[in-house]
């Protein structure tokens, strides 16, 4: 019993001073749509401006929790539960919440998508296909702006209002009106299928300068201007040098690295001159590193690791030159993701450096990895310490969930786990049959274009127009269920997917152990999917789930255009691992909070369940 109390007190002592330390750095939240969010480089060249923000801060002293949502608008990311309610409840006193809206709330052309639905029902419309994300300018925008504002500063935390990131919308040597965010020109009017427009001297229409006017309504809550800051530098590039370089491949909406990194940099010499945290801000001619460690995460024995980073460098003293970059034994550096050696070089000029290095690693060995990036120019050199760990599935028994879906969903269940039953938001199955005549498979699979597939189409059976991402509420699932006393380590999801009809099918592919997908992993993006062609998805997570847990897998799909009856084909839908006993384990999670880490640790104490030694394990105090 004295070993046992022992053991308690002084892991009590360990997780108090954890505790403690955790709290000692300011936490910045970001709120707000895909122009920040953060994304896979395995799924997609999109970069958010908010993923590439760390780098400008001291990580010691500021944490950047990025919480940016493809496809929000301020009305989705306040209404639904994954968001903005998970991001309150961990906003502390002193923390800071950046909120950038408005990219989806002109969605309905500057009308509020709630008086679009109403409107159509009060006129036997149908409204399938009317996005309630959207808001207008004057209106329920700048309300639930304000709840924003006003949640937080009852928090403690402090708000800080951030305009939204230009669209890639050219007209001469200007930014057209709707490339700044202001629908002015030409919106909607309810109940008519003709637009309106008013002269650029009236803001009714006007989603950055609305964000304006409301942090203006506060004494205490400033303003970043990143509407007009990447106008600037835009218009400084020009519409080529952006086009090639800044954004993604056909699209004036999304940066990608380079466009990402200069807008964050940008945002982040905007803090410092506006003096919010400015001591912290790191915008001067040292090499920055995104992200900001070299933590690879976890694999299994035999898995090879690649991870991209992102390196920048500003005002050089050199104008042009080489940075040279060398990784430590047991790792491979490239520049181009396919000749890998122990070191490589890339040029700059300009006196700036922005590239990316690929960094890979294969991991044979159970336990922790180590090693060092470094980089340099002759005159300024930095380090990145690397890590990764390997974890041996060996001795467990394989599972296995497989959704055939050539006539239903019922799903194919392999060892001790269970399925989780298929359902769909916002869609339906249209019938199983093949593709079409013209359905190319992957030569692999020997299949020819007879085979049948799950078709899923939208409810309304029409594809909305201007979409460019994912409807949050709008998605098909299926998922993996760990019985009790029983865990599994995941480490396969395949799928095969098609866009039957016509070349303008798109989703995004997301797994997640939280059932409201409030942390989803995006698995990969198909952003231009070529019509009746199947392609095949795999992913090797490495995650688990134990005693009662879950694994769900989300497919979000849109369709680039308005259109009717175009679906997307799904077949084989499989998830697979390795089952161990977890019995006598019991766990209890905290949501995140300090001040529920407190509580807990408070409950504890009073009621320690006796001959029981307590643990930290991860994120969870543990009994055993």
């Known amino acids: 019993m004295k070993r046992n109390c022992k053991h308690w007190y002084l892991t009590l002592a360990a997780l108090m001073l954890s505790a403690l330390t955790a709290t000692a750095a300011i936490k910045v939240h970001t709120i707000g749509d895909s122009t920040m969010a953060n994304y896979d480089e395995n799924s997609t060249d999109k970069r958010g401006w908010c993923q590439m923000l760390q780098q400008f801060f001291n990580a010691d002293e500021v944490i950047i929790n990025n919480r940016g949502k493809s496809g929000a608008?301020?009305?989705?990311?306040?209404?639904?539960?994954?968001?903005?309610?998970?991001?309150?409840?961990?906003?502390?006193?002193?923390?800071?919440?950046?909120?950038?809206?408005?990219?989806?709330?002109?969605?309905?052309?500057?009308?509020?998508?709630?008086?679009?639905?109403?409107?159509?029902?009060?006129?036997?419309?149908?409204?399938?296909?009317?996005?309630?994300?959207?808001?207008?300018?004057?209106?329920?925008?700048?309300?639930?702006?304000r709840a924003y504002i006003e949640e937080t500063k009852a928090k403690g935390g402090k708000p800080v209002i951030v305009t939204p990131i230009c669209r890639k919308y050219f007209s001469g040597n200007t930014i057209r009106r709707n490339g700044m965010h202001d629908l002015g020109d030409s919106f909607s009017i309810l109940g008519s299928s003709n637009k309106g427009s008013v002269p650029e001297s009236d803001n009714t229409y006007d989603y950055a300068q609305a964000l304006r006017d409301v942090a203006a309504e506060y004494e205490d809550v400033p303003v970043i201007d990143l509407t007009l800051m990447t106008r600037d530098l835009y218009l400084s590039y020009g519409e080529s040098y952006c086009t090639a370089n800044l954004f993604c491949t056909d699209d004036s909406t999304h940066p990608k690295k380079m466009g990402a990194t200069l807008i964050a940099r940008l945002f982040a010499q905007a803090m410092k001159e506006q003096g919010i945290l400015a001591e912290h801000i790191i915008v001067g001619t040292?090499?920055?590193?995104?992200?900001?460690?070299?933590?690879?995460?976890?694999?299994?024995?035999?898995?090879?690791?690649?991870?991209?980073?992102?390196?920048?460098?500003?005002?050089?003293?050199?104008?042009?030159?080489?940075?040279?970059?060398?990784?430590?034994?047991?790792?491979?550096?490239?520049?181009?993701?396919?000749?890998?050696?122990?070191?490589?070089?890339?040029?700059?000029?300009?006196?700036?450096?922005?590239?990316?290095?690929?960094?890979?690693?294969?991991?044979?060995?159970?336990?922790?990895?180590?090693?060092?990036?470094?980089?340099?120019?002759?005159?300024?050199?930095?380090?990145?310490?690397?890590?990764?760990?390997?974890?041996?599935?060996?001795?467990?028994?394989?599972?296995?969930?497989?959704?055939?879906?050539?006539t239903n969903a019922n799903a194919v269940v392999t060892g001790p786990c269970m399925a989780v039953e298929e359902s769909w938001s916002g869609m339906f199955v249209q019938k199983y049959t093949n593709i079409n005549k013209a359905a190319v498979w992957p030569a692999e699979t020997g299949r020819d274009a007879s085979y049948k597939t799950q078709r899923n189409l939208i409810e309304g059976e029409t594809w909305p127009a201007g979409e460019i991402d994912e409807v949050s509420t709008r998605y098909i699932q299926f998922g993996m269920t760990a019985p009790a006393n029983t865990k599994i380590d995941i480490d396969k999801i395949s799928l095969f997917v098609a866009g039957a009809g016509g070349s303008g099918m798109r989703c995004k592919i997301y797994y997640a152990t939280d059932a409201d997908f409030s942390n989803a992993t995006l698995i990969q993006e198909m952003s231009n999917m070529a019509g009746n062609t199947v392609y095949a998805i795999e992913s090797i997570p490495v995650v688990s789930i134990s005693d009662g847990q879950s694994l769900y897998l989300r497919v979000y799909p849109w369709y680039k255009s308005e259109a009717t009856g175009k679906t997307i084909c799904l077949s084989d839908v499989y998830i697979h691992g390795m089952a161990s006993d977890a019995t006598g384990i019991t766990a209890v999670t905290p949501d995140g909070s300090m001040n529920e880490m407190y509580d807990l640790m408070g409950r504890l104490v009073k009621t320690p369940k006796k001959g029981c030694i307590y643990v930290m394990k991860g994120k969870k105090i543990v009994r055993k």
Request: proline share 3%; glycine share 10%; aromatic share 12%.
């Open 73 to 145: 608008s301020s009305k989705s990311f306040y209404l639904e539960a994954a968001y903005w309610k998970t991001v309150i409840a961990n906003v502390n006193e002193g923390d800071y919440v950046l909120n950038q809206f408005a990219h989806n709330d002109e969605k309905n052309g500057g009308l509020d998508g709630d008086e679009v639905i109403a409107h159509a029902k009060e006129n036997g419309q149908s409204t399938a296909d009317i996005d309630y994300r959207g808001t207008t300018a004057s209106g329920t925008f700048k309300k639930y702006i």
């Open 286 to 406: 040292d090499i920055t590193f995104s992200p900001t460690t070299g933590d690879f995460g976890k694999a299994y024995a035999g898995q090879t690791l690649v991870k991209e980073f992102n390196i920048s460098a500003f005002g050089l003293s050199n104008p042009t030159g080489t940075f040279t970059f060398t990784v430590s034994e047991g790792f491979e550096v490239s520049t181009d993701k396919n000749n890998y050696a122990q070191s490589v070089t890339a040029n700059y000029t300009g006196g700036n450096l922005i590239t990316s290095v690929y960094i890979r690693t294969t991991l044979n060995n159970p336990g922790t990895f180590t090693g060092t990036l470094t980089a340099t120019d002759g005159n300024v050199n930095r380090d990145l310490p690397l890590t990764a760990e390997c974890i041996d599935l060996s001795g467990g028994e394989e599972v296995s969930v497989l959704y055939p879906l050539t």
